[in-house]
């Protein structure tokens, strides 16, 4: 637990997505949250690792953390190539080859947020414990 109290973890981004997929829900379990919402936080968090690795060369980690009434889950890389508007990507339609992520993160999560700093960009997504999302 850290001093705010919410109750954190951390992994680094590596090729072995599946690791982290078994991490995220083993800690998203703990935390309170189970059938499709867990499935589906951990999806978004395998496309925001998955673009890590295809889009910032690798370099990233992730971090979790929980109160009472939500999990949250911070894809971070260092490139930053991501701004705050790329959450707001559309649906890039059957046609497309690629370019699914962001889109998906957003249908399957309650909130999405991108930061972009110094040390990089970051994809915060959040699942309510319960089936009530997020506002904004």
Known sequence: MDGSGRVSAYWPITDDLSVLRGFVEVYA?????????LQDLVLAVNEAAANVLDHAHGE????AWHDDRY???EVSDRLGLLVP???DAGNPGVGTLRGRGLWLMRQLCDEVRI???????AVRL???LDDTPTPG
Do not use: F, K
Not at 29 to 37: E, F, N, V
Not at 60 to 63: F, N, T
């Open 29 to 37: 379990m703990q935390a309170g949250l189970s059938g499709i919402r």
């Open 60 to 63: 990233g980690d992730v971090e």
């Open 85 to 87: 508007a790329h959450a």
């Open 126 to 128: 959040r699942q309510a």
């Open 71 to 73: 999990v949250t889950i």
């Open 115 to 121: 930061t972009r700093g110094p040390q990089g960009s």
